[in-house]
């Protein structure tokens, strides 16, 4: 089997302050090849975004604790890398895009000088000023914007044209692995699928592999080749896009979420919403994390720890389908 | 709101600045209180001149000033007055500033303009420059103090009820309340008042210490209270006299303004953090 | 931008005929009568009447203030002080500098003692260093300046006779005033940027250059500094403001023949165009450097700018 380009495995993560311990990340594994999209969906809260900011190890330093786990980019564990190296890995292997294109540029340099900046702290072959310059003006028309704009303000720009500029700066460098934390939630529909279709174009271009966190299923059919499904912490569904959308077993959650959008198909009145609300991270249930709201809870469920099925790629955390995964393995 | 003040308390009790503030301006307080029960002399303006630049002692803790009399007891004496010269300053200036503000922010349209514009203008003057051409005008002592730091007070509150004021009046239940009729002053007494004490409790007190420096301030250039009358400030501009001879005389009455108004600076701070948990860093 | 400029400058007009109009009403408040001030007791009442309709005093309140901003105007001519008979505006025109350079060198050395350590502060947020400043600051900004001042002239004067403590003649004469100006009125700005940068390096766009592998030199202050100190610098205006009353109280401290003495002195004599004329050069001063912090903020913000650039 060849290097995975990026193997998580076991990710625990804890925000510890004085007065509580916040558990966001349980023990997470995954892995990505290069030029494959990985999709993570799940609510707000679930730990998604602070587990994307680990690879990158952007976690507020003072807070976030990483007891254990690993996460191996060619095969090197990043969170053994002093922080140096860390900084030239960081915009010119793996790049960011954030969700808020709004909040996420600098208002007082101009689009140009961020771009340039991505180059300039990662000039591993000498570009002169000249060149960088010219990068720039080739990475603003990748991602559609003229060039001519090179010396205009974020403020000058639109929403989805801001998301554009953050895209180029993460693109600038032409990473081995892009993150992008919900890069459409902000934007305007339409603008929305403008932007997704161009970084779908840009990623097979590049040939760039992605992390893409959204809480929004339609996209991740459209652009994922696998997808993580997460849930306090944990992954409780795993498979290609295939298995997620057409197996007929799934975890309760994930039948949660697909039954809280609606289908074209199938006539209900209304649609059905997951009851309740994420469990507090300060105090998670023992046993299932779901348990508390899941429509087909049993005893066994608020007790023990589900273990994992597993068809093909497809995995699932639930106890409704323990004991099989002999059979069908 | 009365349970609003109980989770102000509540949030402030963690915070140890605060507490320590709030201990200190209450035992202050306390003092400026029963000062005559607390100084060892009787109120400190008799003159004694057997016991002329005594130092600090066991019989006069502050030793003796000028004039021979106890610093102790001028101190104590002069909290009193610096207090209630703070207190009644910004309560007049609140609520004069707070009825302009109010004003122009609900009307709005025409009054709105001529008040800001004045109270605007009112601000490109120095606040000590200002009550100083007051004081100038009406002369020295300590009534015309008072009003010269209040009027120069007015524009921080007017502008600040005014903010308020307009982020309130936007919403629909004060449209709600004028369209069922009720009268104008009650929807501001009710509905606008309540909303503005918080940032109005937190200008209050970061003004108390203000203002007591303003007046010490005034004070020490002979143009607020006067002498033989004890105040810190006061008895500042007459120890600097003795400078050479009887330092202490400088110590005890400046370390009694830095201690009040840090204090009340450290109330200030709590408040605000206690009121806006957002801002805290 | 300069249309921009040009436009600020005129806005600038009524601002100051706004506040020559309230000194004048303030002034004119003051009770007693200007020909007795000017010729002295022993003046006869036919000396004093003629002197007060000379004066102007008789007529009615819009009429005297428009004169006085005629003359003002066109002949910079504030009126006799009483005390000395000679122009007023000569008396305090020889005065200003000193107010004012004490004022500037306030100014200059508050904010890079204020800005520098609020810096350092923030990034070493809840260090040793932190919370040293962090006192340090809530205590300067309790203590009156001029008390600072007398205790810095029983230190460095009285006690250990290394500096002077009265007038301005050297440059060491200015080192103890500059300082119990700038001191206690640095605290604030330190405070202020100190939370202003706190605030600041939490922002999304902080993370982003974090993202693209810039070093945390560049991070502090190419992207946070710049972005926290544009607060700050409107802070500034305000700050010269209260330096310049505060200049006032430092000036008798230290015995500096400034207008703010001279201030004090006129309000002790009774001499009201005196006292006018100082407290409006010190609040004309004060607005132009307000609008010249405006124009500033405006240049170094790009968003700002561009608005006025449209125009």
Known sequence: ?329 | ?281 | MIRYVLKRLLLMIPVLLGVAFIVFSVMSLAPGDPARAILGENATQEQLDMLNTQLGVDQPFLIRFGTFVVNVVTKLDFGLSYNSQRPVFDEIFTRFPYTLRLAVLGVIFSSIIGISIGVFSAIKQYSPFDTISTILALFFASVPGFWFGMMLILLFALQLGLLPSNGLDTVKHYILPTLSIAIPYSAGILRLTRSTMLETVRQDYIRTAKAKGVTEWVIIWKHAFRNALLPVITQLGNVFGQLLGGAVVIETVFAIPGLGSHIVNAIRMKDTPVVMASVMLLAFFFCLVILAVDLLYAFVDPRIKAKYARR
Not at chain 2, 27 to 36: G, K, Q, Y
């Open chain 1, 1 to 329: 089997m060849s290097e995975k380009l990026l193997q998580v495995k076991n990710l625990e993560i804890q925000y510890k302050t004085d007065l509580e311990t916040v558990y966001a990340v349980n023990g997470i594994s995954f892995a990505l090849d290069k030029g494959e999209t990985l999709g993570i969906v799940g609510e707000t809260g679930a730990g998604k975004t602070t587990a994307a900011l680990s690879i990158l190890r952007l976690l507020p330093e003072k807070t976030a604790r990483i007891p254990k786990g690993e996460i191996l980019f060619r095969g090197e564990n990043l969170l053994l890398k002093p922080e140096a190296e860390m900084r030239s890995t960081r915009g010119e292997q793996i790049s960011m895009i954030f969700q808020d294109p709004m909040t996420s540029l600098n208002p007082i340099l101009t689009v140009g000088d961020q771009i340039f900046e991505a180059l300039a702290f990662h000039n591993d072959t000498g570009m002169t000023r000249e060149q960088m310059e010219a990068r720039v003006d080739e990475t603003l028309e990748l991602v559609g914007i003229p060039r001519s704009r090179k010396r205009d303000y974020p403020h000058q720009f639109s929403g989805g044209m801001k998301q554009r500029v953050v895209i180029a700066i993460a693109l600038a460098c032409e990473p081995e692995l892009l993150i992008a934390d919900e890069p459409t939630t902000a934007l305007d529909v339409t603008i929305q699928a403008q932007v997704l279709a161009m970084m779908n174009d840009l990623k097979h271009k590049l040939n760039t592999a992605m992390i893409l966190i959204t809480h929004d299923l339609g996209i991740v059919a459209q652009t994922c080749d696998h997808v993580a499904v997460m849930y306090a912490g944990e992954f409780v569904e795993y498979g290609s896009v295939f298995d997620l959308f057409t197996a007929d077993k799934h975890h309760p959650y994930t039948d949660g979420l697909f039954g809280s959008i609606p289908n074209l198909e199938v006539e209900t009145d209304r649609l059905q919403p997951i009851d309740g609300l994420m469990p507090d991270p300060t105090d998670l249930p023992s046993g299932c994390k779901f348990s508390p709201r899941c429509p087909k809870c049993m005893d066994i469920c608020t007790k023990q720890k589900p273990t994992t099925y597993q068809n093909g790629t497809h995995r699932i955390a639930c106890h409704l389908y323990s004991g099989k995964e002999v059979e069908e393995a």
């Open chain 2, 1 to 281: 709101m009365k349970q609003n003040f109980k989770e102000i308390f509540r949030r402030m009790k963690k915070n140890k600045a605060a507490m320590i503030g709030l201990v200190i301006i209450t035992l202050i307080i306390l003092t400026a209180v029963f000062a005559d029960f607390i100084s060892p002399y009787e109120y400190g303006i008799k003159q004694n001149s057997k016991e002329r630049l005594l130092p600090p002692s066991s019989t006069h803790l502050f030793g003796t000033d000028g004039n021979g009399r106890d610093v102790f007891t001028r101190v104590i004496h002069g909290a009193r007055t610096s207090l209630t010269l703070g207190l009644v300053t910004t309560l007049i200036s609140a609520v004069g500033g707070g009825v302009l503000g109010a004003c122009a922010g609900y009307y709005g349209g025409r009054l709105d303009d001529f008040i800001m514009r004045v109270l605007d203008t009112i601000m490109c003057i120095p606040n000590m420059l200002l009550a100083l051409s007051i004081v100038a005008a009406l002369g020295s002592g300590i009534g015309n103090l008072l009003i010269a730091i209040t009027i120069s007070n007015i524009p921080v509150f007017a502008r600040i009820i005014r903010a308020v004021v307009l982020s309130i009046v936007e919403n629909d239940y004060i449209e709600a309340a004028k369209a069922c009729g009720t009268r104008d002053w009650r929807i501001i007494h009710r509905h606008i008042l309540k909303n503005a004490m918080g940032p109005i409790v937190i200008q209050a007190t970061m003004s108390i210490s203000k203002m007591i420096l303003l007046a010490a301030s005034l004070s020490f250039l002979g143009l607020g209270v006067q002498p033989p009358a004890p105040e810190w400030g006061t008895m500042l501009s007459e120890a600097r006299e003795f400078m050479r001879r009887a330092p202490y005389l400088m110590i005890f009455p400046g370390a009694a303004i830095v201690l009040s108004v840090l204090s009340l600076n450290l109330v200030g701070d709590g408040l605000r953090d206690a009121l806006d948990p957002r801002l805290k860093s």
